[in-house]
């Protein structure tokens, strides 16, 4: 997989050309009339400024293809509204879409000349303002100085986050392929659930009057209660029935899915093999540093945060008066979750983590909670903000439930199927309490714009109460084992060969040579390596990282990045100045596991790698620090075996890999 992603970013690299025509193509297309609607231009400028801080693309020219083709596309939307007239409104594909072309009109109408700059930021209007704008007779040289002035603020808003986002990924990956996995997972998830997020809003009344026409036609062929019902939901003096039909359709979808998860699990199809590969992945790409991010954010879903959303809810709607709203809500958290323990211990399904065996998990009680709290909040504070805080709050709501979820299947507290169980047949329950509450309130309740805030509050207080006592351990973390004990005898003729001869990363890849194996306790190996002129590397901190940013700086400046070996961080690290400012010796250390006894003391045992490294710049603003790969393991051996002031026991081949065996002269 990483040999993948590093090629990948030299395919990219050596196609400069193309991928700068794509950016301009895509800022064209986007300010295209009706077209843009369905060009993610805007994702496009992300990616484009992510391989930008990958050093693939140049920032300056990105900036101005992306620019350009903005420029380019509200002239041509503008030249179409201004050609065209009022005739614009029968031609393709402007007849087949009336309702955006009255969208426009009623925004540059509310906000005049300046609607060109906002429209630019918001999706449905940023195509079909500039055709507006030429059908209202701006003249054209104000028209495309403010284009002008838009498509200058428009592509840094979109480029530099994803500068940033390619920086991480970059900085990440030279630390280990992991990070940059654990990243690029949870940047998804953020994408894909506001995205997804938007796309239900923004389609959710033309789904609904789908549905409703169906459901008409239906009602009208029976006269019984159920036809009833539903042409009472469907009364255009019954306020928010797309509410009520999306939330129908809710019922029936998750409902669907939940039972088809559950056959799949009784019969053992394919999604429990999918279950198993998922969890072995995630696993193979597990760090100390993404276990303790994933088990902070897993508070986010823990019985602390959920109490205090539950008691925050009912207070909410007793304010409102809305006593039955509450009754529901708690009888149904009560009773799901009783179902969901009933169903559990029917099934009886062990979770992928040994240390649990005494749970059973499907579907998952955990994700169900999150979902009937995050989830029933989402539904009261859409009800009563705009459209776009309804976005917001829709997006962050998934993510948290997302992130929740994944952080379970990544300790193995359960299987995918079960997070996906668990989650569908919550969806059902917030749906029929999101049902209720509408016959029982039809009318729309009033705005509350500041609860979204005092929701965020509520959460912040719990997670930081949580985090400040003390930082969260993964459920999975069990004491680690005492160190084997060889004696000095049995490591210099063969306990060598039990240590790896290489570093690894993620699934057995070879990285730089091992060819150090140390005896000796951390606090010797610290006083040696600076007798000899070596300096503890510098910590990460915001000082530390800000000199990665700092032009013209000495690689003996910048911080040591630490190094995994098969999920470990290097422990010990040092470095010094090399023969020019680019470059300098460093020297990592990871435990091995081992401790050897000489006879009269007993000492830990390290693995140590000797990288040269050299300083590039690929990417403003960004130094990075790379391994020369033309230092071979024997010239490692000869600058460094015989400088750290160490006793040389042995010199051994370790599959080609010249190892030196070291004690430290107290030893």
């Known amino acids: 997989m990483e040999h993948a992603y590093i090629q990948l970013l030299h395919l990219l690299a050596g196609h400069a050309t193309w991928m700068l025509a794509v950016v301009f193509l895509a800022a064209f ?50 030249w179409l509204g201004d050609r065209y007239k009022e005739r614009i409104v029968i031609l393709w594909p402007l007849r087949t879409h009336p309702g955006m072309l009255d969208a426009g009109q009623r925004f540059f109408l509310k906000h005049g000349a300046k609607s060109v700059v906002l429209a630019r930021f918001i999706g449905p209007l940023r195509a079909i303002v500039p055709v507006v704008a030429g059908m209202m007779g701006m003249r054209p040289l104000r028209f495309f100085a403010i284009n002008l002035l838009s498509a200058l603020l428009w592509a840094p808003a979109h480029i530099l986050p994803g500068v940033a986002f390619g920086a991480s990924v970059l900085l990440a990956g030279a630390v280990s392929f992991r990070l940059v996995v654990i990243l690029a997972m949870l940047v998804c998830i953020v994408w894909l659930s506001f995205r997804g997020a938007g796309f239900l809003v923004s389609h959710a009344n033309a789904w609904s009057s789908a549905a409703g026409r169906h459901l008409g036609r239906w009602a009208c062929r029976h006269r019984g209660p159920l036809g009833r019902v539903a042409r009472r939901m469907l009364d255009p003096e019954t306020p928010d029935a797309t509410h009520l039909l999306v939330t129908s359709l809710i019922v029936l979808m998750a409902g669907a899915l939940f039972f088809g998860v559950l056959e799949d699990v009784v019969s053992g199809d394919p999604l429990t093999t999918i279950d198993l590969s998922v969890y072995h992945f995630l696993q193979s790409v597990r760090t100390p540093w993404g276990d303790t991010l994933l088990a902070a954010l897993a508070t986010l879903g823990s019985g602390i945060t959920l109490l205090a959303l539950i008691v925050m809810v009912a207070v909410w709607m007793a304010w409102e008066r809305r006593w039955r709203t509450i009754t529901y809500w708690l009888a149904a958290v009560g009773f799901s979750q009783l179902l969901i323990l009933g169903l559990q211990f029917a099934m009886r399904r062990a979770p992928p983590n040994e240390l649990m065996t005494s749970h059973f998990v499907f579907p998952s009680n955990h994700v169900a909670a999150a979902v009937i709290v995050y989830a029933f909040l989402a539904f009261l504070l859409a009800r009563r903000v705009g459209k776009l805080e309804g976005v917001l709050v829709a997006g962050a709501s998934i993510i948290v439930v997302i992130v929740v979820a994944l952080a379970g299947v990544y300790f193995g507290r359960y299987w995918v199927s079960d997070a996906i169980g668990g989650a569908a047949l919550a969806a059902v329950w917030v749906s029929l309490i999101a049902l209720t509450a509408i016959w029982r309130h039809p009318q729309p309740p009033p705005q509350r714009r500041f609860m979204p805030l005092v929701v965020l509050a509520v959460v912040a207080l719990s997670v930081g109460l949580q985090l400040g006592v003390a930082m969260p351990t993964p459920p999975d973390s069990a004491p680690q084992p005492p160190p084997v004990q060889l004696t000095q005898t049995q490591w210099k003729l063969s306990g060598w060969k039990r240590l790896p001869c ?21 606090a010797s190996i610290r006083e040696q390596l600076r007798a000899q002129g070596w300096v503890e590397g510098t910590d990460l901190s915001p000082h530390s990282l800000l000199s990665l940013a700092t032009p013209d700086v000495a690689a003996v400046s910048l911080p040591v990045l630490p190094k995994l070996n098969n999920g470990v961080p290097s422990s010990l690290v040092f470095m010094r100045p090399g023969q020019s400012r680019e470059e300098r010796d460093v020297l990592r250390f990871w435990p091995s596991g081992f401790a050897v006894d000489n006879g009269s003391a007993t000492a830990p045992l390290w693995l140590g790698a000797f990288a040269h490294e050299r300083l590039t710049r690929p990417s403003w603003p960004l130094n990075i620090l790379h391994i020369e790969r033309g230092v071979r393991p024997s010239d490692a051996r000869i600058r460094v075996g015989t400088e750290l002031g160490a006793t040389v026991l042995a010199e051994v081949d370790c599959h080609g890999v010249p190892v030196s065996l070291l004690v430290s002269p107290m030893q």
């Not at 890849?509 to 951390?522: A, F, G, I, M, Y």
């Open 29 to 78: 297309l986007e300010a295209i009339a009706v077209i843009g609607t369905f060009i993610p231009g805007s994702t496009a400028m992300f990616l484009a400024g992510a391989l930008t801080g990958t050093g693939a693309l140049s920032l300056a020219w990105v900036f101005v293809w992306a620019i350009v083709g903005a420029v380019a596309g509200d002239g041509a939307s503008f």
């Open 502 to 522: 290489f570093r690894s990363d993620m699934g057995g890849d070879r990285k730089e040579p091992l060819t150090l194996q140390w005896v000796s306790e951390p």
